[in-house]
């Protein structure tokens, strides 16, 4: 009898739940200099499913133009949470105050969950 194969490690991987990704990452948030670290979407509200995919709000204060403050901290958390796709947005603290009234970040603030905090 031939066995089906899974299509990609998300579908063998056990169900992650929102500390689970804050454990998991927080050695990534230290090692980058992250402040704070938001987790919205499905794993915030607790509706994620194996499909899911971890949405976060990065707030770091850096020099680093935008599309460079990815370099090897996006790698770093695929390496951390592995099978799991990644959305990220990492923004100054100025910078998520200025666009903070757009529907999409004022929703993702409103039901995401702080899931590190540079003390």
């Given at each position: 009898?031939?066995?089906?194969?899974?299509?990609?490690l998300r579908d063998v991987l056990p169900p992650v739940g929102a500390d689970d990704i804050a454990r998991l990452a927080r050695p990534v948030f230290e090692r980058h200099t992250v402040e704070k670290a938001?987790?919205?979407?499905?794993?915030?509200?607790g509706r994620q499913s194996r499909r899911?995919?971890?949405?976060?709000?990065?707030?770091?204060?850096?020099p680093r133009r935008y599309f460079e403050r990815f370099d090897g901290l996006l790698q770093d958390l695929y390496r951390a949470i592995p099978g799991r796709e990644i959305e990220c947005f990492i923004y100054t603290p100025e910078e998520l105050a200025a666009i903070s009234h757009r529907f999409f970040i004022?929703?993702?603030?409103?039901?995401?969950?702080v899931i590190y905090e540079r003390g």
């Open positions: 009898m031939k066995r089906n194969k899974p299509s990609n938001i987790l919205f979407g499905s794993f915030a509200t899911s995919d971890v949405d976060l709000i990065l707030i770091q204060n850096t004022r929703r993702a603030l409103k039901e995401g969950i």
